[in-house]
């Protein structure tokens, strides 16, 4: 095959970043007529073949080894190093999950092939493919094409490609093995990375409500707070409320915080700035309001509503729960 696609466990579910993956690899592949193959292991093997295997991904190879019961950096690096050995794919795709960059800069290593991370998009050039990265908290963007022989190990930013793009199909599951014994396990983790306590992942969230400094101050809040419930959504910020203390740095969106594309972003007080919205511009719908007419957010906007958002933030809820009574 010429792309391996790693797909990440999330409770029995293949993480959204794979699904992402799955859109990037197909759009690779639809590009350079490139043959394609997914790789899912561990406890819950089996649910997640299933799962991949109603995508476009040409197959999908499943492995089942007691020793990937758990994970552990040691074991899935050496896990995909071996089927990377076995299957000799040109480019290597995985999502930038917490996890990948954990043990996949150790697939680097053990193969002497660089790891190009944190991709925003892929092209293709002359019959090369293009990977596109941030720079300078997004204020330009660069373009890299990677040279000399594969395979060449790429991830890409949460929300560069929409999970909803990964097209559908048929695949057919392949049993694999891998050799694998207890002295590669030199290391034992710890309970999944959460974001904080109270386990919120942004990430994972259909509906956000983010405030910026339009908010006004930190008395405010439990009214945006108030209107995310309602709605059944998580809580975000801009920068500047979190720079103000009056929120946590997890619920930070943007080049410093974290990238979502939920299907509704609504936007509150938020001007607009880059560094925000390559946070958050894969959102499906995304709804600002602003007193502002000329914030630049709108210009990306799928609904807008100039005003005052102390004024409609109370009357909006009232709305919703009312709807749901």
């Excluded at 990375?193 to 259909?206: M, R, Y």
Aim: aromatic share 6%.
């Amino acid at each position: 095959m010429d792309i391996l696609i790693v797909l990440e466990d999330n409770n029995g579910k293949i993480h959204r970043m794979g699904l992402e993956s799955i859109a990037a690899a197909q759009k690779l592949a639809n590009g350079m007529s490139l043959s394609m193959g997914a790789l899912v292991m561990g406890a819950n093997g089996n649910v997640l073949a299933e799962e991949a295997s109603k995508y476009n991904v040409g197959e999908v190879l499943k492995i089942n080894n007691e020793h990937l019961s758990s994970y552990s950096s040691d074991g899935y690096a050496e896990t995909v190093k071996q089927v990377i050995e076995r299957e000799n794919p040109t480019y290597v795709i995985f999502g930038h999950t917490y996890q990948v960059r954990d043990y996949a800069p150790k697939v680097s290593a053990k193969l002497m092939k660089p790891f190009l991370v944190d991709n925003v998009d892929v092209s293709t050039n002359e019959g090369n493919a293009v990977f596109t990265k941030q720079m300078f908290n997004a204020k330009l963007f660069s373009d890299v094409t990677p040279t000399g022989d594969g395979p060449y190990l790429i991830s890409f930013q949460s929300a560069a490609f929409s999970s909803e793009k990964a097209d559908l199909g048929s695949a057919a599951v392949r049993n694999c093995t891998v050799n694998l014994d207890v002295s590669m396990i030199r290391t034992e983790s710890e309970e999944p990375f959460q974001e904080e306590a109270g386990g919120i992942d942004l990430t994972s969230a259909d509906i956000i409500v983010s405030i910026g400094r339009g908010i006004g101050k930190e008395e405010n809040i439990p009214l945006a707070v108030e209107l995310s419930k309602a709605l059944g959504g998580e809580l975000a910020a801009s920068r500047p409320v979190v720079d103000s203390g009056w929120l946590p740095s997890a619920h930070q969106i943007g080049s410093s915080g974290q990238s979502v594309s939920p299907k509704l972003y609504l936007a509150l007080g938020i001007s607009g700035a880059i560094q925000h919205v390559v946070g958050m511009k894969g959102s499906k719908n995304i709804v600002t309001i602003n007193k502002d007419p000329d914030a630049p957010i709108f210009e990306i906007s799928d609904y807008g509503v100039v005003g005052d958002i102390l004024e409609i933030i109370p009357k909006l809820t009232e709305e919703i729960q009312a709807l749901k009574n």
